[in-house]
């Protein structure tokens, strides 16, 4: 149980255009999820907190505007990495949160690794 | 100073012994604690939860939190080749003081030896 995958494992895309990450909670809801980027040898950073039916919360730093997240359902979450640059690219892990609240703990995708040429 | 330490390592063990990991935090908030397991290039994989002081037991897992010393422990027993990871720290206030947001350590890199 408690299986969170993404989509696309990986992807390589030109300067400029716009990417989409999805994150499904496979076998559970989740009211939360969360986006992390990660660079190499590093932690998690997190970049942004996303609640289902409302507008994703932003850490300090994130552009809001270029990183849209949207949380659509209770297990579906997505990324956009709008007018992507070199800079961009990085290793993007989500994470859900179960919605039974005795468990306060987070379950991780796979991740995503973009690579912005 | 960060909010949790976490030795980076790399921590190198020869197979079959234990491998001691731990983290120190500063915020006496931290109310959950977790240890997740990250192969390279993949997402983390959570190996342990606990909610209060004292030993939790998993297998070949044992986690240890000292709320009073804001420390916590994990330990392998008899590790393999496949345990080598980086292992990270993370802990949380709880969804009613921070809405299940984690704070991780910086992670440790551990290589188990055949």
């Known amino acids: 149980g408690a299986v969170v995958s993404q989509h696309p494992s990986r992807v390589i895309c030109k300067s400029g255009t716009s990417v989409k990450i999805e994150c499904r909670s496979l076998d559970f809801q989740a009211t939360t999820m969360f986006w992390y980027r990660q660079f190499p040898k590093k932690s998690l950073m997190l970049m942004a907190t996303?609640?289902?039916?409302?507008?994703?919360?932003?850490e300090q730093g994130v552009e809001k505007d270029k990183f849209l997240i949207n949380h659509a359902s209770l297990t579906l979450s997505t990324l956009t990495v709008t007018s992507a640059h070199p800079e961009d690219s990085s290793f993007y892990i989500c994470?859900?949160?179960?919605?039974?609240?005795?468990?306060?703990?987070?379950?991780f995708g796979p991740g995503t690794r973009l690579l912005v040429l | 100073q960060k909010e949790v330490e976490q030795d980076p390592g790399p921590l190198s063990v020869p197979e079959g012994a234990i491998v001691s990991l731990n983290c120190t935090y500063s915020n006496s908030a931290f109310q959950y604690f977790m240890w997740y397991r990250q192969y390279s290039r993949k997402g983390p994989e959570l190996l342990m939860y606990t909610y209060s002081s004292g030993n939790k037991e998993d297998g070949r897992f044992t986690a240890q939190v000292d709320k009073s010393s804001k420390y916590i422990s994990l330990f392998i027993r008899d590790s393999q080749p496949s345990d080598s990871a980086t292992y990270l720290c993370?802990?949380?206030?709880?969804?009613?003081?921070?809405?299940?947001?984690?704070?991780f350590g910086g992670g440790t890199r551990v290589l188990v030896k055949p």
């Open positions: 993370a802990m949380s206030e709880g969804i009613k003081a921070a809405g299940n947001k984690l704070t």
């Open positions: 994470s859900a949160a179960p919605s039974y609240l005795y468990q306060e703990t987070q379950y």
């Open positions: 996303s609640n289902e039916g409302s507008k994703a919360t932003y």
